[in-house]
């Protein structure tokens, strides 16, 4: 081995050691910088407007920014807790009480005998706090116990998410001409054909799965106090973050409608199913895919898959990686189409 290869390796093995080593330094909070870079990256054409009104003077720009940032996200966020913690305890109530006190079976259910008894035997083993009663019990309330564990522990990830996010507006201008520097150094002219999609994507992924999730939340929560629910806001809430998943906001609604049929409000039932496939729905079905699809120009079956594959595996930051990603192979996709047909 020449001294040629000697070094070679070398300096493989030393990036190698370079890059396990910050992976491991940075991987407790990689999700806090990656909502970061993401939260700049969709706002920075806002933030270049500021920095124009604000005279250019970066350190004022990137605080103001910073805070209204904060405020746009941590405001919100606490009126819809506050509003979740009142009506905690009301649906608390009703669930205590459908324990103790199942409902029985509406009149139309005796022409099956078999479901009929069905309904006594869980309404039994419900109001007896049975085996049965607690395995259905239980499932119901593990997601929501984790889900307040998961907001205490995501505070210092939040907080760590602001903090970088304030250097990301700062000092952004010269980290993306770094960036930039950088990968057209490693990969040439093809750099700023990679950087520019990968920055659509995640601006449309943002106005087009979180509005519209927000959008189907709203829409659905009017559903449930048209129709007299309880805790229309609870339900509104776990609509909108299941709306993050495409198709993923039927499953409250549609258990809603459920609930109503099966307690014999049938009126009340169909009414909240219309509502839910002409309002709720039409604003996934529409809004989603036209701005995601228009705004970078993905084609809308790849982003669905890249969506729910992002989900899964990076959890909901993956709904920005996932078409991001996307983006880069869509880039790289074309280049070879291109140099097939050059070579046919």
Known sequence: MNSHQSRTLGWIFLYALLVVATYAMLRPFWEALAWSFILAAVSWPLYKRLHGVLK??????????????????????????????AELGPAYAILKNLLVSPPAPPDWLSRVPAAQQAWLDAAQALRHGSVLGKDLLLPLLRPGTQALALVGANMGQAGLAFFTLFFLYRNGDRYFSQAKAVLSHLLGERAERLLNPTKEAMRAVFAGVILAAVAQGIAAGLGFALVGLRAPILLGVATSLLALIPFGAVLIWGTAAAGLFFAGATVKALILVAWGVVIVSSVDNLVRPLVISGTSRLPYLQTFFFILGGLAVFGLVGLFIGPAVLAVWMVLWDEWVEAGKREA
Do not use: N, W
């Open 56 to 85: 250019q003077r970066d350190t004022l720009a990137a605080v103001v920014m910073s805070l209204g940032v904060i405020a746009i996200v941590v405001v919100p966020m606490a009126l819809i807790f506050s509003s979740l913690f």
